[in-house]
C-alpha cells in the first residue's frame, strides 16, 4: 500500500500569512490522484482538493494544491483565522485509498 | 450536495459485531457516477478508508479488515450499511459514511462526509 508521510507535523502561523504544507508518498501517485481535506474539532473531514490541484465546489481560492508523483503541496494564502485545523492528504491512485498522519495548522 | 447520517449502537461489545447503516438524503445510492463507503478515525488519531460499494453490488474493501468487514446496500431504504465482526478495543473509533466519486468522474475522492458517529468497544 502506498504510505503517505505529511509535513510538518504541526505548522504555526499568523493570520494573513502562507502556510505549505507537504505531502510524501512512498511510490507514485497515478494521474495525480491525491486529494487534501481539512478538518477541525469535533466535524468531518471537508473536501479541499482532488486531482492534486482542483478545487473542490466552494472551497476559496485561495488554497491551492499541486505536485506529482511523489510530491504533492498544498497552499494556503492569507490565511484566515477559520483555516487553522488539521489537513489530510489522501492518494486515491491504487487500493487501499490512504491518508496521510495530518499535519495541524495552529495559531502563532 | 447529498446529506449523510449514520445511525447505530454507540457501545459494542468485545468479539461482537458492530453495525451502523448509512441514509442518504438528496442523492441516490443507485447512482452509477459514486461509490458509497466507510472511513473510521480513532478518537485523537488519524483515517483510514474500510470499505465501498458500488450501484450493482461489488464491494471494495481494505485488505487490512477484509476478513471481518461487510458493506452492503439497501436500495429501496436508499441506504448502505457496514458490518464489522469481532470487533475488539481496537476498533473504537468514529466511524464516517462517504460518498466516492467514481472513474467516470476521474477518481475516488471522498464526498461529502457524514457527521460520523462514535463507537466504543467495551464490556
Known amino acids: 500500500e502506498i504510505v503517505l508521510t505529511q509535513s510538518p507535523g504541526t505548522l504555526s502561523l499568523s493570520p494573513g500569512e502562507r502556510a505549505t504544507l507537504s505531502c510524501r508518498a512512498s511510490?507514485?501517485?497515478?494521474?495525480?490522484?491525491l486529494a487534501w481535506y481539512q478538518q477541525k474539532p469535533g466535524q468531518a473531514p471537508r473536501l479541499l482538493i482532488y486531482?492534486?490541484?482542483r478545487g473542490a465546489t466552494g472551497i476559496p481560492d485561495r488554497f491551492s494544491g499541486s505536485g506529482s508523483g511523489t510530491d504533492f503541496t498544498l497552499t494556503i494564502n492569507r490565511l484566515e483565522p477559520e483555516d487553522f485545523a488539521v489537513y489530510y492528504c489522501?492518494?486515491?491512485?491504487?487500493?487501499?485509498?490512504?491518508f496521510g498522519q495530518g499535519t495541524k495548522l495552529e495559531i502563532k | 450536495q447529498p446529506q449523510l447520517q449514520e445511525s447505530g449502537p454507540g457501545l459494542v461489545k468485545p468479539s461482537e459485531t458492530l453495525y451502523l447503516a448509512c441514509t442518504v438524503a438528496?442523492?441516490?445510492?443507485?447512482?452509477?457516477?459514486?461509490?458509497w463507503g466507510w472511513i473510521r478515525q480513532p478518537p485523537g488519531k488519524g483515517l483510514e478508508w474500510i470499505g465501498s460499494?458500488?450501484?450493482?453490488?461489488?464491494?471494495y474493501y481494505n485488505p487490512s479488515l477484509k476478513s471481518r468487514v461487510t458493506v452492503s446496500e439497501d436500495t429501496s431504504q436508499n441506504q448502505f450499511s457496514l458490518y464489522l465482526d469481532s470487533v475488539t478495543a481496537a476498533d473504537t473509533a468514529v466511524y464516517y459514511c462517504?460518498?466516492?466519486?467514481?472513474?467516470?468522474?476521474?477518481?475516488?475522492?471522498?464526498?461529502?462526509w457524514g457527521r460520523g458517529t462514535l463507537v466504543i468497544v467495551s464490556s
Open positions: 489522501q492518494q486515491y491512485g491504487d487500493s487501499p485509498y490512504t
Open positions: 460499494i458500488y450501484y450493482d453490488g461489488s464491494t
Open positions: 511510490q507514485s501517485v497515478s494521474n495525480r490522484y
Open positions: 486531482g492534486a490541484s
Open positions: 438528496g442523492g441516490s445510492v443507485s447512482s452509477s457516477t459514486y461509490y
Open positions: 462517504v460518498r466516492q466519486a467514481g472513474e467516470v468522474l476521474g477518481g475516488h475522492w471522498f464526498d461529502p
